[in-house]
């Protein structure tokens, strides 16, 4: 019997580790860091210092394609895959900014999630070739014959067969794409350099799993090889589609994948813009909907073994793709985004947070994941409708530590279940907690804030005469300790600093189910002049609009009328000084005759002090040229007020006393050019 046993845990050992595809019962949540051009807002620097913040509500963050694609790009033109030279400054940083990020963002216990392209390829300079990249002693390449027979339908083989090159014999195993090459994942060298490619980003980068893009590109089966080859903890595929092949795709994989629950985002879309709160019934897998039957079920419902795939499916409500761009119709939710993250926040699975629902509406996220979190759900937690029609709909989910009812919509429903009260509530959501949980609640999460704040305190208690005993100074509350208060008090919090509130439940004379808050006021922001000057083009009328990807702007369409002019060399200039704030990287100008009239084209990545040239009118736009030889100051001049030197792309590098010079205050410094306040300077 022990040489059995011997023998059985050998052969155990001997098998490969399977890669899990996403944890069970895993309870966290995740941001997608970026939408389409956040090269600002996505900036690894710029992420790294959230990561506090971050870290409070997000296990994990997903991050766009983090190599360099030869020019600005959001990474879905993939031209590198290996780490050397400059092959990781990407468009939202340098590779040490990427390592740094990541590595702060593993110690505040945030795991990062990369974004592979692996269907398809960037070439260098003609339609089949790809670049050599040394690794760690080994070149990796792939060839013209790693390219799909069938790419480009067909083009590229007649382009290839003209001018001397070989594709693969074997078509495309997926749907095809005609922006770049399709690669052939039968081909063991596709399969070689990628299975490097991923291992790299777990051992060497940092990452903790992967985020495929374009699953329906390629083969299932190939996503299982390269994950049971690198093994990453998490990996959720982009299997956009709206019936069971997500499902189909998921057991294609071996499970070694999640995937992103596109039905239940479908759901959400429908019911929001249709006005329909009933559609969310979809993701609970309510056979009959406004009289059609509708059998491709979200992940998360019942419909699909019980739940089973609950485990796999990562929920989200918007993304880079669906949200609504500025020159790009999409297929955006069009209103109540915080009643789509609410029903988003509330249910099973793993949601996926975007960024400007982030940005927009924090406060509200903040505090919903708070309740969340309270209740114990995890991606694999049960729920069932509790009440829905036309205009509202509430669904309760159980977690490991209580149930949380979540109700949206524009109309009004109050639970007839007496063992439920609400602790959350805004814009046509409101959240309730399971008085089973037996804890104090504070709906203001931690965080900056301006000004005085109301914070609304709440007993989550079975116990109809529970109270609060809370204090302010960081202290524990107790019978003897703090003030004492009836559940449902407001009570006001000023920002003049920091202020620990701790809130505690209070049975008799103890003391139970204490949460913390930590509020504090905004640091100051430091902020810079920026002068635009703009030669005078004989316009009867001149208007700047000025936007940045980070919400800077000076109004709405035509922007500010300019009528400010000064002289500089015998030339006219009109001009306007902005002052910014040093975290914008960089902002867009468009000169214009005003609304309705004549317009220049977009002057983008302005950094500095400019002076520009309108010139010849094109496709109804004029051209604009950047006059290099103004805006260099004189470096010797003694300045009034303290000295900020900042980087041309805005990092406050030093702050000098009054009555230095520019030439003292860049001593020491590289040669480029400097921002020293607001005006520019060269060394």
Same mark, same amino acid.
Request: hydrophobic content about 30%; proline content about 4%.
């Given at each position: 019997m022990k040489r059995i046993f011997t023998s059985l845990m050998m052969m155990l050992t001997a098998l490969p580790l399977l890669a899990q595809g996403w944890p069970k019962d895993y309870d966290g949540v995740m941001l997608q860091g970026f939408y389409w051009d956040s090269f600002n807002q996505s900036k690894w620097t710029k992420l790294e210092a959230q990561a506090d913040e971050l870290a409070r509500y997000f296990s994990l963050v997903w991050i766009p394609q983090s190599a360099n694609c030869g020019g600005q790009s959001m990474g879905y033109d993939d031209l590198y895959w290996f780490p050397g030279d400059d092959r990781y400054n990407s468009s939202f940083g340098t590779e040490a900014q990427l390592r740094s990020m990541i590595s702060t963002f593993e110690q505040k216990g945030i795991g990062t999630i990369a974004d592979v392209v692996v269907n398809h390829r960037k070439n260098v300079s003609n339609w089949v070739d790809f670049p050599a990249e040394s690794y760690k002693g080994v070149t990796y390449q792939l060839k013209s014959t790693d390219i799909c027979a069938n790419d480009d339908g067909g083009d590229t083989k007649k382009w290839a067969t003209e001018n001397g090159y070989s594709l693969s014999a074997n078509n495309d195993t997926g749907e095809g794409w005609g922006g770049m090459r399709d690669l052939d994942h039968k081909s063991t060298n596709v399969q070689n350099n990628v299975k490097a490619y991923v291992k790299m980003l777990l051992e060497d980068l940092g990452y903790v799993g992967f985020r495929y893009d374009m699953v329906k590109g390629y083969s299932a089966e190939y996503t299982a090889m390269y994950n049971n080859h690198a093994k990453p903890k998490f990996s959720v595929g982009e299997c956009w589609d709206a019936t069971k092949v997500i499902r189909d795709w998921i057991d294609g994989t071996e499970k070694t994948s999640a995937a992103f629950d596109f039905q239940f985002r479908y759901s959400v879309r429908n019911a929001i813009n249709n006005s329909n709160w009933k559609e969310l019934g979809r993701a609970n897998g309510n056979q009959n909907i406004s009289g059609t039957n509708y059998p491709n079920w979200p992940l998360v419902s019942n419909n699909y073994e019980s739940g089973a795939y609950r485990q796999y499916a990562v929920t989200f409500v918007e993304n880079h793709d669906t949200e609504k761009r500025s020159n790009a119709a999409q297929d955006p939710i069009k209103k109540d985004t915080l009643a789509a993250n609410a029903f988003l926040l509330a249910m099973p699975g793993t949601p996926c947070v975007f960024l400007t629902h982030w940005i927009d509406c924090k406060r509200d996220l903040k505090a919903m994941i708070d309740v969340r979190r309270a209740a114990g759900i995890m991606n694999t937690s049960s729920y069932e409708t509790t009440a829905d029609n036309l205009n509202y709909y509430a669904v309760t989910t159980t977690g490991k530590r209580g149930k949380l009812l979540c109700v949206v919509g524009t109309g009004? &429903?109050?639970? /007839?279940?007496?063992?439920?009260?609400?602790?959350?509530?805004? +814009?046509?959501?409101?959240?309730?907690?399971?008085?089973?949980?037996?804890?104090?609640? @504070?709906?203001?999460?931690? $965080?900056? +804030?301006?000004?005085?704040?109301?914070?609304?305190?709440?007993?989550?208690?079975?116990?109809?005469?529970?109270?609060?005993? &809370?204090?302010?100074?960081?202290?524990?509350?107790?019978?003897?300790?703090?003030?004492?208060?009836?559940? =449902?008090?407001?009570?006001?919090?000023?920002?003049?600093?920091?202020?620990?509130?701790?809130?505690?439940?209070? #049975?008799?004379?103890?003391?139970?189910?204490?949460?913390?808050?930590?509020?504090?006021?905004?640091? @100051?922001?430091?902020?810079?002049? #920026? /002068? #635009? +000057?703009?030669?005078?083009?004989?316009?009867?009328?001149? &208007?700047?609009?000025?936007?940045?990807?980070?919400?800077? =702007?000076? $109004?709405?369409?035509?922007?500010?009328?300019?009528?400010?002019?000064? /002289?500089?060399?015998?030339?006219?200039? +009109?001009y306007q000084t902005f002052t910014l704030p040093t975290t914008l990287a960089n902002f867009n100008m468009v000169f214009n005759q005003g609304s309705g009239q004549r317009q220049t084209v977009d002057v983008t990545g302005i950094s500095s002090n400019s002076y520009f040239i309108i010139g010849s009118e094109a496709n109804g736009k004029f051209s604009v040229t950047k006059d290099e030889t103004l805006g260099i100051e004189a470096m010797t001049a003694k300045s009034t007020a303290l000295l900020k030197v900042y980087t041309i792309d805005g990092h406050l590098l030093r702050v000098l006393p009054a009555g230095t010079t520019a030439n003292e205050a860049l001593n020491q410094l590289r040669h480029g050019l400097y921002i020293i306040n607001g005006k520019k300077y060269v060394k």
């Open positions: 009004a &429903y109050t639970p /007839t279940d007496n063992n439920f009260v609400k602790v959350l509530q805004g +814009y046509h959501y409101a959240y309730y907690l399971d008085k089973g949980l037996e804890t104090a609640w @504070a709906d203001l999460s931690s $965080g900056e +804030y301006e000004g005085t704040q109301e914070v609304m305190l709440t007993a989550v208690s079975k116990n109809s005469s529970a109270q609060l005993v &809370y204090t302010t100074d960081g202290s524990a509350p107790s019978a003897t300790n703090g003030t004492k208060v009836a559940s =449902g008090t407001k009570i006001s919090i000023p920002m003049n600093g920091e202020t620990t509130l701790k809130v505690g439940l209070l #049975i008799g004379s103890t003391v139970s189910g204490i949460v913390t808050r930590t509020y504090s006021k905004p640091q @100051a922001v430091e902020t810079r002049d #920026i /002068t #635009i +000057y703009v030669k005078d083009p004989g316009w009867s009328n001149m &208007y700047f609009y000025m936007w940045s990807d980070e919400g800077e =702007g000076n $109004g709405g369409w035509p922007g500010k009328k300019i009528t400010a002019k000064t /002289t500089v060399n015998g030339v006219q200039y +009109y």
